[in-house]
């Protein structure tokens, strides 16, 4: 490297070093960015049922606790009383889905997630995962 190389080279990283304010000034500020909706992220235990006697027992008669008929196909969850109705929550492998049912042992974290058989439950059988659950509008 002769003399030259090097002094240009100096002269590069002052102007780097030179440059970087204003730089930095130049970073737009997010004040517009829409900010998500309010939601909270909890580790549930996500287990499975259908509407079949095995899984409901006496209530096996085709309505959830919220009063919701169902239809082939739905895809709902049953969470603890703390989640209003209505409450959507997102769930790995499963989608974004209301609150639509309850359970006795849907206590806490524990989510129970519709499917249409009692094949299909047992194939989800019990899973951990992060889920979203979005706070209702008042
Ligand atoms: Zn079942």
Not at 15 to 44: F, K
Not at 98 to 111: C, E, Q, S, T, V
């Amino acid at each position: 490297m002769d003399r030259l190389e090097r002094y240009g080279l100096v002269l590069a990283v002052l102007c780097c070093i030179g440059c970087e304010p204003s730089a930095v000034e130049n970073v737009p500020e997010n004040h517009d960015a829409p900010s998500p909706p309010p939601a909270e992220s909890i580790e549930a235990n996500v287990s499975a049922y259908c509407a079949c006697d095995k899984c409901c027992g006496k209530w096996a008669d085709g309505i959830t606790a919220s009063g919701h008929k169902i239809k082939p196909g739905d895809r709902f969850v049953a969470a603890d009383k703390r989640y209003a109705f209505g409450t959507m929550v997102t769930i790995p492998g499963y989608g974004r889905v209301p609150i639509l049912d309850r359970g006795g042992a849907i206590r806490g974290n524990k989510i129970d997630v519709y499917h249409d058989t009692h094949k299909q439950a047992l194939r989800w059988g019990r899973q951990y995962l992060s889920v979203t659950i979005e706070r209702k509008k008042q």
